[in-house]
């Protein structure tokens, strides 16, 4: 996958997290859930283009590495909703999945990144 189709990808992963957020009930445990989710969902797509604009390999593998936390942390607030019952095992399982293949994606980019000698 080349970066402009991978950057696409995140911006639709972002797109598809908002559209989850906004589908968790509004009560007292919903809403740090649905903001928290929001928030690391949007921040795979945003941080993925400022890793393209890295001023060298070793900043690039630094913002790759920011992009699979936020993936990772995604992952987690997903399990979460479906852990405690906001969401359906099946709505959870391809947002969830989803967020699973970018993290093996962005940790095979860092660890190339990383390995790769200029």
């Not at 639709?12 to 929001?38: I, K, M």
């Not at 604009?53 to 913002?63: H, L, T």
Request: net charge positive; aromatic share 6%.
């Amino acid at each position: 996958m080349n970066p402009n189709e991978l950057k696409e990808r995140t911006m639709a992963f972002a797109v598809r997290v908002l559209r989850f957020a906004d589908s968790l009930p509004n009560t007292a445990s919903g809403r740090p859930v649905a903001n928290q989710v929001a928030r690391s969902g949007c921040s795979v797509a945003a941080n993925y283009r400022a890793a393209l604009r890295g001023k060298s390999r070793a900043d690039f593998a630094n913002k790759i590495t920011i992009v699979l936390e936020e993936a990772d942390e995604t992952e987690l607030w997903i399990e979460i909703a479906k852990r405690r019952g906001m969401v359906g095992a099946r709505r959870a399982a391809g947002l969830r999945g989803e967020a699973v293949e970018l993290s093996k994606i962005f940790n095979a980019t860092r660890v190339t990144a990383r390995n790769h000698r200029s």
